[in-house]
């Protein structure tokens, strides 16, 4: 069992097949579509990108329509068809929104995307497939799949560039949730010597493990930040193009505790319209992950730090270690 497992995690493309599985029951039920459809800043980005980068008469294809949204919105900006293709049962509540909306020009089809062919060539490949990690629900895979058999010569995927950030933050010290023996106590008592303890360490997980990032906890990012991964998937010849070991290196430009190094991504449909997962930047549906640290820095320190991405589907197992 334990040797299937670590196989499983050794292949991109298992570990692509399970989250096909998984995404068609994470994504099965109105309250998961009720929070995406209640973020605001992810539906107007969408909505502008798209009534300026869907023309009149293109042909598009909506991966993982979900509840139709997108591809509602492609048919009111001037598509002349669209195919929205979506694996779950779900898609019978996005074919009825189309009815209800008097909408007749989306064609629903359920199956995986890599198993659909239009019977013409398309303009537009229209997604939102982007997992908190950006890569955890197949977007590469799927979308460069699509590019390579069904988008025309001069198409386009939207949206198709991308930037991953791994960055050491501080938080709000309202906010900060410190290591056992640096939090600071009343009535003079010390925990400090509990770094050393043999006890402790008995019950220490370790320095680097994964935590989620409330919002509103980041106060700041150490020195300027600068992606790991930008790509682009009209010129990405293949997944296994994307680098998978990085080092992040940043200067303090003021003294400050370094809480870890938090996961975001930016996504760009044109020189005008992007969206951001950044913590500093307004709340949307999807959340950070942060790979803890808890270490003060003084002004003018370097902190450097090796990032490793595993496998880009399972967030899991990238790791980020302070060098």
């Not at 909505?47 to 509840?67: H, K, L, M, S």
């Not at 500093?280 to 990032?307: K, M, Q, Y």
Request: with cysteine; charged share 25%.
């Amino acid at each position: 069992m334990r040797r299937g497992a670590s196989a499983l995690a050794s292949s991109d493309r298992l570990m692509g097949l399970m989250y096909d599985l998984e995404n068609e029951t994470n994504f099965a039920g109105l309250s998961e579509h009720e929070e995406m459809l209640s973020d605001s800043v992810r539906v107007d980005a969408y909505y502008q990108a798209i009534c300026r980068n869907i023309e009149f008469g293109d042909v598009v294809v909506d991966v993982g329509t979900g509840t139709g949204l997108l591809a509602l919105m492609a048919s009111r900006a001037g598509a002349s068809k669209v195919y929205a293709v979506e694996h779950s049962d779900f898609i019978d509540v996005a074919r009825e929104l189309a009815a209800i909306n008097n909408i007749t020009n989306i064609e629903f089809i359920q199956a995986n995307s890599r198993e659909f062919t239009p019977p013409e060539n398309v303009d537009v490949v229209l997604h939102e497939q982007m997992g908190d990690e950006l890569f955890n629900e197949n977007m590469v895979e799927n979308l460069l799949d699509l590019r390579d058999r069904v988008l025309g010569p001069n198409g386009r995927i939207l949206p198709a560039q991308f930037r991953v950030f791994v960055e050491p933050v501080s938080f709000h010290e309202s906010m900060r949730v410190r290591r056992f023996w640096n939090i600071e106590l009343p009535a003079d008592l010390d925990l400090a010597p509990m770094e050393q303890s043999l006890v402790a360490a008995r019950f220490d997980h370790g320095r680097t493990e994964q935590l989620w990032v409330r919002p509103g906890s980041v106060a700041s990012t150490i020195g300027t930040p600068s992606p790991i991964l930008d790509f682009d998937l009209h010129t990405l010849p293949s997944i296994e193009a994307l680098a998978l070991d990085h080092v992040v290196e940043r200067t303090a430009t003021s003294e400050a505790i370094v809480d870890g190094f938090c996961v975001w991504f930016e996504a760009v449909f044109d020189d005008q319209i992007s969206l951001t997962t950044s913590p500093l930047a307004p709340v949307t549906s999807w959340g950070n992950r942060l790979f803890r640290l808890d270490e003060e820095v003084t002004e003018g320190e370097t902190i450097r730090c090796h990032v490793n991405m595993g496998q880009l589907v399972e967030p899991g197992t990238w790791t980020a270690e302070r060098l």
